[in-house]
Nanobody, 127 residues
Framework: QVQLVESGGGLVQAGGSLRLSCTASGRTFSNYAMGWFRQAPGKEREFVATIPWSSGRTYYANSVKGRFTISRDNAKNTVHLQMNSLKPDDTAVYYC????????????????????WGQGTQVTVSS
């Protein structure tokens, strides 16, 4: 059974920072892509960032580019999302996602191409 567990959400003032973490368990996560998505009330779940197993590159939604950084530690089966200069529009439940093994350099921005999801962690940014 694959499990993804997010942590690090909370309440922060605009301009502040948070670091989300997601730890995977249940199998060897070699050659799988990881991603972060978010869902605000009444809105569709949207892509935030993705990183391949090799960590050789990253890809971000335009709305977070330059403010968020995705990284991973394969030895610990963990992916992080460092969020800086937070805005009230960043308020949402943040989900991490993992793919099936695809290869070392695959990144995925489409939510339907992910196979495993965490339960989500709430991020609230006050103005």
């Amino acid at each position: 059974q694959v499990q993804l567990v997010e942590s690090g959400g909370g309440l922060v003032q605009a301009g502040g920072s948070l670091r989300l973490s997601c730890t995977a368990s249940g199998r060897t996560f070699s050659n799988y892509a990881m991603g972060w998505f978010r869902q605000a009330p009444g809105k569709e779940r949207e892509f935030v960032a993705t990183i391949p197993w090799s960590s050789g590159r990253t890809y971000y939604a335009n709305s977070v580019k330059g403010r968020f950084t995705i990284s991973r530690d394969n030895a610990k089966n963990t992916v992080h999302l460092q969020m800086n200069s937070l805005k009230p529009d960043d308020t949402a439940v943040y989900y991490c996602a993992a793919s099936k093994p695809l290869g070392p350099d695959y990144m995925i921005a489409e939510r339907y191409d992910y196979d495993y999801w965490g339960q989500g962690t709430q991020v609230t940014v006050s103005s």
